[in-house]
């Protein structure tokens, strides 16, 4: 991350602090218990994880009649997947998937708070709520695009979309080249949660 999205460098230690503060006083309280963290955490682990969004991707960058139904009846394809339930439940509602192709770059913001697909990306990044990031992004993409990393040819248009309440998208970035013959699993430990919002192109072949 450029320095312009940069925080200091114990602000999760911090923020895992007050969480794990925050966490004893609900117990002590007997508003919450124990299992039910470990429950919550155990089903980000395991259930709405970016782990999901790595095999749609994979499974588009192989099967091009499922690549096609993915950008067009997003829910749809994915349901075709042996995916964890949920798929549809909360941050799930009316997901829908942008495909970057020769001459387009897709980049996914919530310009007014997080809103973000948890069922394949699980949880938003702490830059991703960035204000400074919400705004540069919206106004000046391009430019924080280049400053990520992200260098594209002045013909390429980049489309930024702007996830709401009402619409959650994700990028289904290009299949590096150098992958042919590659498997599903070894395409999906190129795509990161990164390149699924569009601030990061998946990782080269090796």
């Known amino acids: 991350m450029s320095e312009l999205f940069a925080y200091p460098d114990d602000r999760e230690e911090a923020s895992a602090a007050q969480v794990k503060a925050l966490e ?10 124990g299992s039910t963290v470990d429950k919550v955490l155990g089903y980000f682990e395991s259930e709405m994880t970016p782990l999901n969004g790595k095999k749609i991707v994979a499974r588009a960058w192989v099967d091009p009649e499922f690549a096609r139904l993915l ?10 997947l042996d995916l964890p339930e949920g798929m549809a439940g909360a ?3 009316h997901i829908a998937a942008v495909v970057n192709e020769p001459g387009v ?8 708070c997080s809103c973000f697909p948890w069922p394949v990306l699980g949880l938003p990044p702490y830059w991703y709520k960035d204000p400074v990031f919400r705004a540069r992004a ?20 980049v489309r930024v979309w702007d996830s709401s309440g009402h619409s959650r998208w994700f990028v289904v970035p290009a299949r590096p080249s150098g992958t042919e013959g590659w498997s599903e699993e070894q395409l999906a430990e190129l795509v990161t949660t990164e390149s699924m919002i569009g601030v990061a192109l998946p990782g080269p072949a090796a």
Do not use: F, M, Y
Not at 139 to 156: C, H, M, N, Q, S
């Open 71 to 80: 950008a067009t009846d997003t829910p749809k394809a994915i349901a075709q």
């Open 105 to 112: 770059h897709n980049l996914v913001i919530c310009s007014l």
């Open 138 to 157: 919206a106004r000046e993409p391009r430019v924080v695009l280049a400053e990520l990393g992200v260098e594209l040819d002045d013909d390429t248009e």
């Open 24 to 33: 004893a006083l609900l117990i002590e309280k007997g508003v919450i218990t």
């Open 91 to 93: 941050e799930g509602e």
